[in-house]
Nanobody
Framework: QVQLEESGGDLVHPGGSLRLSCAAD?????????VGWFRQNSRELVGAYEW?????YLADSVKDRFTISRDSATRTVYLTMNNLGPGDSGVYVC????????????????WGQGTQVTVSG
């Protein structure tokens, strides 16, 4: 079973940066999987990373501020968030699936518990 652990959420001032991490605490039952970040309340897909690294996705609203990357050695996907504003506040949930299209659809097999991002002050 894949257990996803999100971290990196924090309280930051507008214009600040955060790096969210999504780590798997054990290996999946398949060789590779894709990982994405969703906003919990709206279920909006923020970013996704296909396992090969050749396909990524960032929402138009964040593509000029956020980047998504993966460290396969540590089974960690990072969402680097720059120039944060109040509209970025919310719970970000990591999800994973063996299928990139399924992940993008919001129907991923595995979901984390979320990490809180608050942009205020």
């Amino acid at each position: 079973q894949v257990q996803l652990e999100e971290s990196g959420g924090d309280l930051v001032h507008p214009g600040g940066s955060l790096r969210l991490s999504c780590a798997a605490d054990d290996g999946p039952t398949f060789s590779s999987y894709s990982v994405g970040w969703f906003r919990q309340n709206s279920r909006e897909l923020v970013g996704a990373y296909e396992w090969s690294g050749f396909k990524t996705y960032l929402a138009d609203s964040v593509k000029d501020r956020f980047t998504i990357s993966r460290d396969s050695a540590t089974r960690t996907v990072y969402l680097t968030m720059n120039n944060l504003g109040p509209g970025d506040s919310g719970v970000y949930v990591c999800a994973a699936d063996r299928s990139y299209p399924t992940l993008l659809s919001g129907n991923a097999r595995w979901w984390g518990q979320g990490t809180q991002v608050t942009v205020s002050g």
